[in-house]
């Protein structure tokens, strides 16, 4: 009785061969399948890129009106800058988006032409002036013969009483940040920085938008994505149809199953590959050249979050790959489960 002889598995270099070699000798059908990878990808990546755009110039133009906000503010308290003392008081800390605010608005500050500027707890914003200050360690005693008080910070409750601090002010004008603190509101006395609780509503109500958008966008990303998978599915249930002998051959001279579904895998992760990166080229620089033309292109470069971006990047090449090998195990699958005979009398 004769004995089955262990059967020989070849390594996986030998697949990535062949599989190099198939994809050269159908390079038409190859670019083709991997045009549709490349639109799917570059699709995503857009929406990434766009989303990181808009929100990145929404944050910038943001900031700068609160700095127009805050400079016109002072303005109208001091008149003119010339000449003028003006004391910051720091109350509690400043937390997030804040400091850099408080430092670009107080570092203008210090470069204007004004005589003074008394500074209580600075040390909290983390800014670096444009010349010499005066720091005051009595809060007390910050506001003696000020022109103007700024108050910022996130604590409710100031250390010392307000009329102990505006006493010996040469005019009551007071600038405060926070419309909530235990002082604020007092009338004739105190301005806010900013617009109060209709801002607060309009940014909730902006949120709200964004929110309801990104569904939308959601779904749309969901169909191109599927449609990608649906075309990379067919285009390699044609390669299959089209490789009948091939594969036929190659299983009569003792290729196994596993290595035939070999091919197929690697064929669609190199298609996967080549067209996420080149999707992720495309919808990176599509959105920034679509957007340009609204706002600044310096802008733009500059506001862009380039970790995200890099993130986002690295979430659609794997997108992509996977989808691709995904795409790819039916016919894999069918390829490998075909028998010799058969597939060597196919006539396609």
């Known amino acids: 009785m004769e004995t089955i002889g262990k059967q020989i598995r070849l390594p996986i270099s030998t697949a990535v ?7 050269k000798i159908r390079l038409g059908r190859a ?18 890129t766009g989303n990181i755009i808009t929100r990145a110039v929404s944050k910038e133009q943001t900031f700068q009106r609160k700095l127009t906000v805050m400079r016109t503010s002072a303005q109208s308290c001091l008149g003119i800058f010339d000449g003028k003392t003006v004391a910051v008081a720091v109350v509690g800390n400043i937390t997030g988006e804040d400091r850099k605010l408080y430092s670009t608005f107080l570092y203008n500050l210090s470069a204007e032409k004004i005589a003074a500027l008394h500074t209580y707890n600075l040390d909290a914003v983390g800014v670096k002036l444009s010349r010499s200050i005066m720091p005051i360690q009595d809060l007390a005693m910050l506001a003696q013969d000020s022109d103007l008080l700024i108050i910022i910070g996130d604590s409710k409750d100031c250390p010392v009483a307000f009329s102990a601090i505006t006493k010996g002010m040469k005019q009551l004008a007071v600038l405060d940040s926070d419309t909530e603190r235990s002082f604020a509101g007092q009338h004739g006395v105190l301005r806010d920085f900013f617009f109060g609780s209709a801002a607060k509503e309009e940014e909730a109500k902006m949120r709200k938008e964004a ?18 998978v649906i075309g990379i599915t067919n285009a390699l249930l044609m ?37 996420s990166l080149a999707g992720i ?68």
């Not at 929110?211 to 990608?228: C, E, G, H, P």
């Not at 706002?295 to 979430?315: R, T």
């Open 17 to 23: 061969q062949i599989a190099m070699q198939g994809i």
């Open 31 to 48: 670019l083709v399948t991997i045009s549709g990878v490349v639109l799917g990808i570059a699709f995503l990546m857009s929406i990434f």
């Open 211 to 228: 929110q309801d958008a990104q569904k939308r966008m959601n779904w749309v990303v969901f169909i191109s994505l599927l449609v990608t």
């Open 239 to 275: 390669s299959v149809t089209e490789r009948f002998k091939e594969i036929g051959t190659m299983k009569c001279l003792g290729a196994l199953s596993s290595f035939i579904r070999q091919l197929f895998l690697i064929e669609s992760m190199f298609i996967g590959l080549v067209g």
């Open 281 to 348: 080229v495309i919808g990176i620089g599509f959105p920034i050249l679509a957007y340009s033309c609204a706002y600044s292109f310096p802008l733009i470069i500059k506001s862009l979050d380039y970790a995200q971006l890099g993130e986002f990047s690295a979430i659609c090449l794997a997108a992509g790959c996977v989808l691709s090998v995904a795409a790819a195990i039916y016919p894999a699958n069918m390829a490998a489960r075909m028998i010799p005979a058969m597939a060597l009398r196919s006539n396609v």
